[in-house]
Nanobody, 115 residues
């Protein structure tokens, strides 16, 4: 079973920063497409940022220029650096991997941004 363990969520004020981390087995971090999704209350889960196995990245329009997704092979983690946070970024954030062409999710970490 694939384990994806998120950490780093919390409560911050608008304009502040947070870094989310997703820990996983080395083969997951290095060789799969990985992503961060988020889900706010009453809304559908949405893609925030993706990093492909080849290293290419893409972002939701709402976070472009503010969020950065990256891999750290030495630490076996994927991170999401979130700057200039807005109240509308409030959601539960989920780590995702498509290891062996199946969907794998972490348990989620809550991010709350106060105005």
């Amino acid at each position: 079973q694939v384990q994806l363990v998120e950490s780093g969520g919390g409560l911050v004020q608008a304009g502040e920063s947070l870094t989310l981390s997703c820990a996983a087995a080395p083969v997951i971090i290095r060789f799969t497409d990985m992503a961060w999704y988020r889900q706010a209350p009453g809304k559908q889960r949405e893609l925030v940022a993706r990093v492909s196995a080849d290293g290419s990245t893409n972002y939701a329009d709402s976070v472009k220029g503010r969020f950065t997704i990256s891999r750290d092979n030495a630490r076996n983690t994927m991170t999401l650096q979130m700057n200039s946070l807005k109240p509308e970024d409030t959601a539960t954030y989920y780590c995702y991997s498509n290891w062996l062409r199946a969907d794998h999710w972490g348990q989620g970490t809550q991010v709350t941004v106060s105005s």
